[in-house]
T-cell receptor, first 108, second 116 residues
Framework: GQSLEQPSEVTAVEGAIVQINCTYQTSGFYGLSWYQQHDGGAPTFLSYNALDGLEETGRFSSFLSRSDSYGYLLLQELQMKDSASYFCAVSRDDKIIFGKGTRLHILP | SAVISQKPSRDICQRGTSLTIQCQVDSQVTMMFWYRQQPGQSLTLIATANQGSEATYESGFVIDKFPISRPNLTFSTLTVSNMSPEDSSIYLC?????????????FGSGTRLTVV
């Protein structure tokens, strides 16, 4: 089986930095992905880490430590439009399994 | 990235009836995935639809309840059969280009199903 743990909610201030953590337990792990989902919308792909280290894409960065079964998504220069749910997901056996999601609230 | 057209976007159905959801992709993909998502909840994988073979179902989901067709590499349908109010949910299809997760999975816009 597999399990992913991430905080249910995080609150941050516009312009600040926020980190959303994800720990996982799974067999046959290939990589960790992050997805963003706005209310009423479909999930959209943000990033993927197969190897340890940091991947940066604009204001978003994602980190993976395979030895710790841990990763995080870092959002910088927060904007109001970043208010959404963020899901970590593990890739295994040609499919992805999602965590329960973190609701990010941004205060002006 | 691939573009997915999913229909219908929403429907209200009577219990005991069936609804078929369609997903059309603008490029050929090997695997398509079907997910279910309760509002405010995570996505749960129902099955993987493979062209030319039976779909692979996840634990807790069976073919009699969620029959899937995959007639070609750009199209798939999911049927929710003999519906009950517990089937009320958002259903999404998804594909991954190149079969590589680093390219990201693309999702359809979802079908919001309400069973009354």
């Amino acid at each position: 089986g597999q399990s992913l743990e991430q905080p249910s909610e995080v609150t941050a201030v516009e312009g600040a930095i926020v980190q959303i953590n994800c720990t996982y337990q799974t067999s046959g792990f290939y990589g960790l992905s992050w997805y963003q989902q706005h209310d009423g919308g479909a999930p959209t792909f943000l990033s993927y880490n197969a190897l340890d280290g940091l991947e940066e894409t604009g204001r978003f960065s994602s980190f993976l430590s395979r030895s710790d079964s841990y990763g995080y998504l870092l959002l910088q220069e927060l904007q109001m439009k970043d208010s959404a749910s963020y899901f970590c997901a593990v890739s295994r056996d040609d499919k992805i399994i999602f965590g329960k999601g973190t609701r990010l609230h941004i205060l002006p | 990235s691939a573009v997915i057209s999913q229909k219908p976007s929403r429907d209200i159905c009577q219990r005991g009836t069936s609804l078929t959801i369609q997903c059309q992709v603008d490029s050929q993909v090997t695997m398509m995935f079907w997910y279910r998502q309760q509002p405010g909840q995570s996505l749960t994988l129902i099955a993987t639809a493979n062209q030319g073979s039976e779909a692979t179902y996840e634990s807790g989901f069976v073919i009699d309840k969620f029959p899937i067709s995959r007639p070609n590499l750009t199209f798939s349908t999911l049927t929710v059969s003999n519906m009950s109010p517990e089937d009320s949910s958002i259903y999404l299809c998804s594909v991954v280009e190149g079969g590589r997760p680093n390219y990201g999975y693309t999702f359809g816009s979802g079908t919001r199903l309400t069973v009354v």
